[in-house]
């Protein structure tokens, strides 16, 4: 059974950071793209970033782009979202993704593209 669990969320002021993890037990975890998605209250959810299998390549939204750093560390089937400079803005649920099969990380900005899905952590900038 594939499992998904992210941590890390929290209440920040604007311009402070936090570390989201995303424990995956997925047998495939080593050879899955990762994402990290978000939701805010009466939006949809959109693309944040995505690793490849290798940390080899990686995409952020424009939004986040400078100030969110994906990573993952394969030994302890854990991806991580390094959220720094946050603004009120940044306020959603953060879900993490596993993509199951192959699939050049270009093509994986839509929630459509993962297999497996997280329960989300909460994370709330104040202004």
């Known amino acids: 059974q594939v499992q998904l669990v992210e941590s890390g969320g929290g209440l920040v002021q604007a311009g402070g950071s936090l570390r989201l993890s995303c424990a995956a037990a997925?047998?495939?975890?080593?050879?899955?793209?990762m994402g990290w998605f978000r939701q805010a209250p009466g939006k949809e959810r959109e693309f944040v970033a995505t690793i490849d299998w290798s940390s080899s390549s990686t995409i952020y939204a424009d939004s986040v782009k400078g100030r969110f750093t994906i990573s993952r560390d394969n030994t302890k089937n854990t991806v991580y979202l390094q959220m720094n400079s946050l603004k009120p803005e940044d306020t959603a649920l953060y879900y993490c993704?596993?993509?199951?099969?192959?699939?050049?990380?270009?093509?994986?900005?839509?929630?459509?593209?993962?297999?497996?899905w997280g329960q989300g952590t909460q994370v709330t900038v104040s202004s």
């Open positions: 997925l047998r495939t975890f080593s050879r899955s793209a």
């Open positions: 993704a596993a993509r199951g099969t192959l699939q050049p990380i270009g093509r994986l900005l839509s929630p459509a593209e993962y297999d497996y």
